[in-house]
């Protein structure tokens, strides 16, 4: 399932065959804005392969993940998630992260 917006940008649902280009929109969003995730940067840029793969291997039971892309390039992701992390203590959460790469500025916001 796929959503199209002005500008040729597509909402998606996460996939596995995603997850190098997960990773680095990822820890960006981590590097920027630290205060905003329950996963830390050090954390999560020493982290191997295997580790990004499971990430992307969707619980529908807890959470939603969902890829903005535009010319196949992922630019942004938004997703809802049950918090499982030790660092917080917040009921489910949502937010939105759209990466430098499309120059509209790194933007991740708690609603």
Known sequence: MSSSLPGGIFIRHAAPQDVDAYRVLRLEALKNHPDTFGQDYDDASSRNQE???????????????????????????TGIYR????????????????SDLIGAGNMFRKL
């Open 51 to 77: 580790y990004w793969e499971n990430t992307l291997k969707i619980d529908a039971r807890e959470k939603a993940l969902f890829f903005a892309t535009q010319d196949s390039r992922l630019i942004g992701m």
């Open 83 to 98: 918090n499982l992390s030790k660092k917080l203590n917040m009921p489910p959460r949502f937010g939105e992260c759209i």
